[in-house]
């Protein structure tokens, strides 16, 4: 009996630790920062309150005709109060897509492959076969998300063993594994319908093309834009960044935060091209004004990225570009949200601003501090673009 | 798991060293003692797993029909699970125990329960423009709790005890408002003392 109340009095206090060590960093020097930045007060205004609302933390950085500005605020760490900084990393999850459709367009580019080519013409069996109708999907159809491929982060078996098991590193054809000849949710180019299942193909797809994706995307796009503060997996410390932002979550939706860190980064660092790059707010801009600047593509290639399939009659979605609307002023760029993190990356023409925006809240589950955000956000752009 | 090993056999060797005097070989009101798996997973899924979350329950029953082959349980579980948050589940189900040969019988149940989940680490939350810590309580949720079992009766002359095994799917509603309805699975060995 004795050993029975020793063992629960025990595990009552035994917690999985999810904090992450985190340090102060040394701002970007490699861009030089507008002090007097028309919007910089409206805009810190803006992001105040998302502060003030719940989100441990905000970081962005824009690049318009005024040139360079950047500004943080609240915390990249509750605990012990680390405030959150311009050179601290940032999860971009989704956003990652659009990397990876680069690295995509630049192999097509380089005759390596045909975007109307059907996936299984460079996927081995052992791969397709995971997938219904394999035979009848293109490339562009998993890079405009028109293939009708089921996700596999909606799969409850697949939710449950991630929140089970925070430790877990899930290796690429584990995901296909929990989609195994499930039927598609629509045939093959008929609708879009967001799924990151396609982005984990695209990149089996390159493996099997060039033995390494991790290296197409750092040569493609890392080292021509000289961006030494963005990461993706490969790297030998990949994820142990001491100024990587600690991540939390409400998991309860009930605007109460627990710290995700571990979970968080344990779940990045299993994903493969439809998430998985961390990097700074100065950087994320880089990588977009680059990529508009043609920098990273040819003009034509850039066109095919912008050719948008529509969702009722509204254009939606490119090769690893989305068209949004914010504050009246149409843009393109993309998304990303995951357990702990939130952001956004987008390049509105018209005002030529190129702007990154990251919290350290989780997206992925509905929070009453989202639904107070939401308006700040549509704020934000307002104060940034008109 | 020497502990694991320790602890079922006790709950199944202590049973026999009561004497009771006068009592019917079942009677309604027993001591039901277990010890609990817990794992959050679809059914029949990463069993390894539950064995990793303790837990012990306590309960009773009550027999429905003279033969106790419909018996309404009560009982109360308390789990550890270091990734998802200890929990402390009340539940009350319906059963029907069919005998097969002397001494045997199967379990089917199903019912409803509530279940108290606590966060795993502690809470933050924002009021009037400072963080402040809470406390691990979590959420309270309504669940449904369906499972399937074998047992064995022992009868002693005077008293009775009912080794058993369970497996218990709950379905655990209001988790929060993106995933409605969450899985969780309880692998229970006990004894029920009459």
Known sequence: MKSLLLLFLLSANCALGQSLPITNCKEDSSVVINTKYSKAAAVNAALLKLTQMGVPGVSMAVYSKEGWWSTSHGYAKLEGQVPMQGCHLQYLQSISKTYMAVAILKLAEQGKIDLDQLMTVYLPKAISQHITQAEKISVRMLLNHTSGIPEYNLQPAYVSYLLQHPKHIFQPEDYLRYIHQKPLDFPPGSKYSYRNTNYLLLTMIADFIIGDHTKLIRESIFQPLQLTHTFYRGDADYLNYPTLVNTYWDRHSKGILENASLLQRNNVASLVGDDGIVTSPIEAVKFLKGLVAGQLLSSSSLDKMKTWVKRKEKPVYGLGLSYVTFAGNIGYGHSGGGIGAGCQLYYFPEKDVCVFVAINLGTVTDSPIHKKAESVIEEFYAALLN | ?194
Request: aromatic share 12%.
């Open chain 2, 1 to 194: 798991m020497k502990i694991l090993t320790i602890l079922v056999g006790w709950l199944l060797i202590v049973p026999h060293t009561i004497h009771a005097q006068d009592i019917k070989p079942y009677s309604d009101f027993p001591i039901t003692i277990s010890v609990n798996f817990h794992a959050f997973t679809l059914p029949f899924r990463d069993l390894k797993t539950n064995f990793r979350n303790i837990g012990i329950g306590i309960g009773t029953e009550v027999s429905l029909n003279s033969s106790a082959t419909w018996v309404q349980q009560v009982g109360v579980v308390w789990y550890h699970n270091q990734a998802l948050g200890n929990g402390l589940l009340f539940s009350t189900q319906n059963v029907w125990r069919p005998t097969f040969g002397s001494n045997g019988y199967g379990e089917v149940k199903g019912g409803v329960g509530y279940l108290q989940s606590f966060l795993p680490t502690k809470g933050f939350r924002m009021t009037n423009g400072t963080w402040q810590e809470t406390s691990r309580k979590g959420k309270g949720m309504f669940c449904v709790p369906l499972g399937i079992g074998a047992g064995y009766d022992i009868r002693q002359s005077q008293s009775m005890i009912s080794p058993f095994i369970n497996y218990q799917f709950i379905a655990v509603t209001g988790y929060n408002t993106s995933i409605p309805v969450v899985p969780n699975t309880l692998i229970q060995v006990g004894s029920r003392i009459h």
